[in-house]
């Protein structure tokens, strides 16, 4: 037998002994709230479907960024020691592509799902769904997407066109 097949076998033994042990639960870990289960149990699709009610403006969303966010993304979400957040709009393209939430995500309503599920990154769940709707706003107007006083909520927020939608392609056959 090689020595891979041999390996192959040790983990697939390694495997069998973890499930074991899981039918047997040494009874560790601790049962999500139901408080820490709803804010990762949902889905936004990006039509909008799953939006929750709440709604709010970059005006607010300022103020709840730069006291969450900006020690991370830098203010107006450029110039942080994490993902730069604003800006690279029409650099795909070129030889210095910069992927940010403006030049490249395709739906703004993914900003929401994101948001309300991974940020800020060391506290998720902790923001109101009115916050996350006015930093979403506040994103999208430091992107130059929309303006600084439009109300963003689930109505509206599924009508924002991203820059670089239409660089998706769906359905996509080879020839
Ligand atoms: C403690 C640092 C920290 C804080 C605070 C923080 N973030 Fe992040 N953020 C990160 C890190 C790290 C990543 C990359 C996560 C990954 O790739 O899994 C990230 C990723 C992101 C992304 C995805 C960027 C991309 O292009 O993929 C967005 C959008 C974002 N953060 C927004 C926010 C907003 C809005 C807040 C405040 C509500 C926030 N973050 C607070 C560290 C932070």
Not at 17 to 26: E, R
Request: hydrophobic share 40%; charged share 15%; net charge negative.
């Amino acid at each position: 037998m090689s020595t891979r097949n041999a390996l192959w076998l040790v983990c697939v033994g390694a495997i069998g002994t973890g499930a074991a042990l899981a039918d047997d639960s040494p009874g560790l870990g601790q049962e999500l709230t139901a408080r820490e289960l709803a804010a990762v149990d949902f889905t936004i699709m990006p039509d909008g479907d799953g939006l929750p009610a709440g709604a709010g403006d970059a005006v607010t969303g300022r103020d709840i960024y730069n006291q969450n966010c900006l020690a991370c993304h830098g203010e107006n979400g450029t110039g942080g020691v994490n993902d730069v957040l604003s800006g690279g709009h029409g650099s795909l393209a070129g030889p210095k592509p910069l992927k940010t939430v403006g030049s490249y995500w395709p739906y703004a309503t993914t900003i929401f799902d994101y948001l309300r599920r991974a940020m800020p990154f060391q506290m998720p769940g902790s923001l109101s769904n009115d916050d996350i709707y006015a930093v979403t706003a506040y994103l999208l107007f430091v992107n130059d997407i929309i303006a600084e006083d439009a109300e963003i909520n689930a109505e509206s927020l599924p009508l924002v066109k991203m820059p670089n939608r239409d660089n998706f392609v769906w359905g996509y056959t080879p020839e």
